[in-house]
């Protein structure tokens, strides 16, 4: 397990800013930035990731605090929902061509 | 990709451009006004750009920059609207009148120092233009109403900025508190000729706010602040101000200078 | 695809193998896969000379702010300059997800010991050099950035898109200026003339050495954060900027310049790359002002950058009390 970028010390350490960009849509990751602390880093990231009018709300989270999978176990952790057609409606084909289903 | 997960737009906003193109041209009068307004948004602004690449940190480059930005806006909606009185445009008003047709108050035009000196202007400007603009939202000219709709959301945030900074620099390390003391001290004698009602102010009725109707919330939001950050306001000396009738510290001449050379080398330019 | 290897531990051959896999289906690296060591230094090398570059290229331009000639100019330049200490910002945020700290970074720029890109290091002496920064030096940056938006590394290609989107009214803008200047008064066309006389070459150097002496291209790109050769960028440069001269109303300083129908391309003439190579070692006309001047920015913000950790970490402790 590892943070994404949290692996140095700095004076200030690193923050992972999350942009919601219009109300009704889900926050997406936009980057990352410095900040002393919380307060800050919100400020930070309004200033650097929503200067073109990108976002309505921002999340900011230290990134030491992000837990990642593994990637070198990442067959394992990915495998099982392959192969799993059946979740998805485009698995039954039989009912082709019958409306409002 | 990210392409899809950020969206870029305009925005729409009241700008310089839309001003000079259809807005009545106002009174005399209520142009000086506006001037004043414009003065020291530009004087401000010009100050603030200053520390474009010599901030603390590179974020900090990009606040102060978001904020020079502001006040520039604000400046040339103002200074575009007072020109319409004279035919003037905001560039014949910004690079074309000398030293004692400037009306900022003396404060905007005070050095920027150190951090904790440009943060304590910040933080007394800020406070000032709040209360201002929220006042002028009621303006009886619908023009300077509309620009400081816009403007009073925007100096909120430089507010909050210098408020955020202020508590660090106070309680952050021995150094830091010196400095951001000394800063205060060296500004707060300009503070009490932002409040000083004249007969300009007084002759434009409901179309102006006087600033003595801004002292009290002007005292109670920076006392709050000043308590959090266990500071003291300055006492003593009280500069004896003038801005207001182009009577200048100092440090306006070679501002101004630097800000007007290129410009007057090519009078009559376009650029 | 699925794979039949139980991945918890792979040996480092099959960790190789199955990222030369990645680089050849065309998908990205990200931070926490395996990669060679040798990718990964090249990769910070380039992003933090590439964010340096940005920080750097804040100075010759952020020298006109205080004396842009009209507030509207002002208004952009001062934005422009705010959007390269974003993106230098982006780059080093890409960077550190390589393990390299900020801090580091900023400590090797102002010691001397990183690049950035040379021509940072001419000034500006005339509001005409605006222009042709926005005009050739980051038209010339645009060609070279355009394609890093496939780099074969995600966080470097993702803060590329972002930079290209944001930098594409960078070059409109200088050419803006130039098409003014040029259509204004004598003295102003004169301006605009000589700064294209001293930008031009400098912005061609700018894609690199020819590609028979560029000693790191071919790894990269072979592993896919390079995509173009310098040369085919450059004449790429070329052809693009030749037709705009024309309505600008400039002429671009080198007299090789002209159509030539087999190659289907505009012919230029040599550079001078001992001059470029002068330059690269720092001995260009404001290496030591901009790292001077960066030096300085850091050491006079050191106290605040402290006070501010300090603050965070009193506050943190205070919580935890409560």
């Known amino acids: 397990m590892s943070s994404p970028g949290g692996t140095e010390h700095d004076t200030w350490p690193l923050w992972e800013v999350f942009v919601r960009a219009s109300r009704g849509l889900s926050h997406l990751h936009a980057g990352s930035l410095h900040a002393p602390d919380a307060e800050l880093a919100l400020r930070n990231a309004r200033d650097l990731y929503t200067r073109r009018n990108e976002g309505v709300s921002i999340w900011v989270v230290p990134s030491s605090e992000i837990t990642t999978s593994d990637p070198d176990e990442k067959d394992a952790f990915f495998e099982s929902p392959k192969g799993k057609r059946y979740r998805h409606a485009s698995y039954y084909t039989e009912a082709e061509g019958v409306k409002h289903l | 990709m990210s392409e899809t997960s950020f969206q870029v737009s305009i925005g729409e906003a009241f700008t310089a451009e839309d001003i000079s193109e259809t807005v009545e041209a106002p009174s005399k009068q209520l142009a000086k006004y506006a001037m004043r307004l414009g003065d020291d948004a530009l004087i401000l602004a010009q100050r603030l750009g200053w520390w474009v690449a010599r901030a603390p940190e590179l974020e900090e480059d990009v606040a102060l920059c978001n904020i020079a930005l502001d006040q520039l806006g604000h400046a040339r909606a103002f200074l575009s609207f007072a020109g319409l009185a004279w035919a003037k445009t905001e560039d014949d008003l910004a690079y074309f009148r000398n030293e004692s047709e400037f009306t900022n108050a003396q404060v905007f035009e005070q050095p920027n120092g150190d951090f904790a000196q440009t943060i304590a202007r910040q933080f007394v400007v800020s406070n000032y233009q709040c209360g201002l603009y929220i006042a002028l939202q009621a303006s009886a000219n619908s023009t300077i109403a509309a620009i400081s709709a816009k403007a009073a959301k925007e100096v909120d945030y430089h507010r909050d900025h210098a408020r955020q900074w202020m508590l660090r620099l106070a309680l952050g390390t021995d150094e830091s508190r010196k400095r951001i003391i000394e800063g205060l001290n060296v500004i707060w004698p300009f503070v009490d000729e932002l409040f000083r009602d004249d007969e300009l102010v007084e002759g434009l009725g409901a179309s102006a706010v006087p600033p003595s109707s801004l002292r009290a919330d002007f005292d109670k939001a920076t006392l709050e602040v000043l308590a959090r950050c266990e500071m003291e306001v300055p006492q003593g000396f009280v500069a004896r101000g003038g801005g207001r009738q182009g009577i200048h510290t100092e440090f306006l001449g070679p501002l101004l200078a630097e800000m007007q050379v290129l410009a007057r080398a090519h009078p009559g330019a376009t650029w | ?322």
């Open chain 3, 1 to 322: 695809m699925a794979k039949n290897t139980p991945s918890f531990a792979l040996s480092e051959q099959e960790a190789l193998a199955r990222f030369d896999e990645i680089i050849a289906a065309d998908e990205r690296i990200e931070p926490s896969d395996w990669m060679p060591d040798a990718y990964r230094k090249t990769l910070i090398r380039q992003i933090s000379q590439h964010a340096h570059s940005e920080i750097i290229g804040m100075q010759p331009e952020g020298n006109w702010i205080t004396r842009a000639p009209s507030l509207k100019r002002k208004a952009i330049l001062m934005a422009k300059v705010q959007d390269e200490a974003g993106h230098g910002l982006y780059l080093y945020s890409a960077a550190q997800t390589l393990g390299i700290g900020r801090d580091q970074m900023t400590e090797d720029l102002i010691s001397g010991k990183a690049k950035y890109s040379s021509i940072f290091n001419y000034h500006t002496p005339t509001w005409a050099d605006i222009g042709s920064i926005g005009w050739l030096v980051d038209g010339a940056a645009i060609c070279n950035q355009v394609p890093l938006c496939r780099a074969s590394y995600g966080p470097y290609g993702r803060a590329m898109v972002r930079i290209c989107k944001e930098e594409s009214f960078h070059q409109r803008q200088g050419f803006e200026i130039l098409l003014h200047l040029s259509r204004g008064s004598k003295a102003q066309h004169d301006m605009a003339q000589e700064s294209v006389n001293r930008w031009y070459a400098p912005a061609l150097m700018m894609f690199g050495p020819p590609d028979a002496q560029s000693p790191n291209s071919a790894q990269s790109m072979a592993w896919k954060i390079k995509r173009f050769s310098n040369d085919d960028l450059r004449q790429r440069f070329v052809d693009m900027i030749v037709p705009q001269s024309e309505v600008l109303g400039l002429t671009l300083p080198d007299r090789a310049i002209r159509w030539n129908e087999k190659r289907g391309h505009f012919d230029y003439g040599d550079l001078d790359w001992d001059e470029f190579n002068e330059v690269l070692k720092g001995r260009g006309p404001a290496n030591s002002i901009r790292l001077e001047r960066r030096k300085q920015a850091h050491d006079d913000g050191a106290w605040v950058r402290e006070a501010a950790a300090a603050y965070a970490a009193r506050e943190n402790k205070e919580a935890m009390a409560s």
